[in-house]
């Protein structure tokens, strides 16, 4: 997967930290997701609800914690910048979340963040 994005980001001219931002997680939240969309299918929201906040959590604690501990850092503008997206985005949602109101607004919220991610990686590659 390391070099498969390497790869892209030369052929795209995008930053290779930029583009992996969008992709692994892409990849990998995909798997909660789905157990998410099943609970909500199921009628168990409450379960859904954990099943996205705990992969949050868990995406924004351990394992940043674990690449600090272990990696030396020289973050781009494009790492910066999705480092102040998922902030603003996971404020948003929190509000929601402790108002106890997750609705399809909520994810128009989460998909613009990352959408606007996107524009900025695009437009700062050209």
Not at 34 to 54: K, N
Not at 75 to 96: K, R
Request: hydrophobic residues 60%; without cysteine; negative net charge.
């Amino acid at each position: 997967m390391v070099e498969g994005i390497i790869d892209l980001s030369r052929s795209l001219t995008l930053d290779v930290m930029g583009l992996s931002i969008i992709i692994i997680p892409t990849a990998t939240v995909l798997p909660e997701s789905i157990t998410a969309v099943i609970w909500t299918w199921r009628e168990r929201d409450t379960m859904a609800v954990a099943a996205l906040i705990g992969e949050k959590v868990l995406y924004s604690t351990v394992y940043p914690a674990l690449a600090l501990l272990t990696t030396r850092w020289l973050l781009s503008i494009e790492a910066i910048i999705g480092v102040i997206v998922v902030e603003v985005v996971s404020a948003i949602m929190l509000y929601h979340v402790i108002k106890g109101r997750l609705t399809w607004d909520v994810a128009v919220i989460g998909l613009a963040g990352y959408l606007v991610y996107i524009l900025v990686l695009i437009n700062h590659g050209i």
